[in-house]
């Protein structure tokens, strides 16, 4: 069946048609692969492309479709264009970052450098060959009614039937290129998957930060880095959030446990952040210990002594101040400490 796109308004023809004159077609255009693709069984013959490498891949590059799924993410383009580099790269390389092809045809997308896609070293570049794709098919997208039409009026094939052909598959690649895998996916199951404690997957993993990659849940985000995998989600995911964060807090360090009982009888969770605790109960919800006034709080018998945290940690020309079930702790500039009973 094929799927209908809305149009996107405001695009002007003369400057689609002229956004892509300066690349000119890419291998499929020439090929010899009439009658080789099968719509019924999702497969096709890679043809000149195949005959023209010494090996050939018998499936999808999973690496490849990945990062073809989360550049196409956060540059936040459309499903149709999406499901395009996808019918694409399937149709031209089984979806594998080939370094063979047709005369100088490489890549996922069979380009070729004499034929001004960019040079051979770009083309070996996965990041390099999904952004020239979305590049040339951004201003063409409202100009065709399917994504398959776009595919071919990116890669201007003499057989433009075979994109439209490849959608299932397509569809499928996408599909699983977009799922939480490795350490997270490893995590999130063991917290419940979409019904577990970080819900369903968002958007698909990505950079975070420097050495950081993500995936954000509909109840908070797991996060690996050279520390581990961990994830924050709940009160806390939003209490930290909303505080700032990754600026504020810093990553998370551990998993939630369970923090000792109060002398009020509360009992709830403690997570250990890069810069600071943050507690959870029921009754006291979210609140950080931040590190200058972690030493203080411990020095004083915490949780068990003190109490849950009911306040923010304050810090101004006076001290540090902050707020328990049972004490106010206190910090002067000149770092003498005080408990104050509630």
């Known amino acids: 069946m094929t799927v209908l796109f809305p149009r996107r308004a405001g695009l002007s023809t003369f400057l689609a048609a002229a956004l892509l004159l300066p690349f000119a077609a890419s291998a499929a255009a020439t090929d010899d692969k009439v009658g080789a693709y ?113 595919a071919q009026a990116v890669e201007r094939s003499g057989y433009p039937y075979r994109y439209d052909q490849a959608q299932a598959t397509a569809q499928k690649y996408i599909n699983e290129a977009a799922r939480p895998y490795g350490t997270i996916l490893t995590l999130w199951t063991k917290l419940g998957g979409v019904n577990g404690s970080l819900g369903g997957p968002l958007a698909a993993e990505t950079d975070y930060a420097s050495g950081v990659r993500y995936v954000p849940f509909s109840n908070g985000i797991a996060v690996k880095y050279s520390r581990g995998t961990f994830s924050v989600w709940g009160d806390n995911y939003r209490y930290w959030a909303a505080g700032g964060g990754l600026a504020t807090y810093g990553l998370p360090t551990m998993l939630p446990k369970r923090a000792a009982v109060s002398p009020t009888g509360t009992s709830g969770l403690t997570q250990g952040f890069q810069r600071g605790w943050i507690y959870w109960s029921s009754k006291t919800r979210s609140h950080a210990v931040m590190p200058a006034m972690q030493s203080t709080f411990v020095k004083y018998g915490a949780e068990a002594a003190v109490g849950f945290p009911v306040g923010a940690t304050v810090t101004n020309s006076t001290g540090t101040t902050q707020t328990f079930e049972k004490a106010i702790l206190k910090i002067s500039p000149t770092r003498v400490t005080t408990k104050v009973a509630r």
């Open 38 to 150: 099968s719509p019924t069984t999702g497969l096709r013959s890679p043809g000149i492309s195949k005959a023209a490498c010494s090996t050939y891949p018998s499936g999808r590059d999973i690496n490849v479709t990945r990062k073809m799924y989360e550049i196409g993410q956060n540059r936040k383009i459309s499903a149709k264009v999406m499901l395009a580099m996808f019918e694409a790269g399937w149709v031209e390389s089984w979806l594998n970052n080939l370094n063979c092809g047709d005369r100088d045809s490489i890549g996922i997308f069979q380009m070729r450098p004499s034929m001004g896609w960019g040079t051979y070293e770009q083309l070996r570049d996965v990041t390099y060959q999904v952004n020239k794709f979305i590049n040339v098919a951004l201003p063409l997208e409202s100009r065709y009614a399917t994504a398959g039409q776009l």
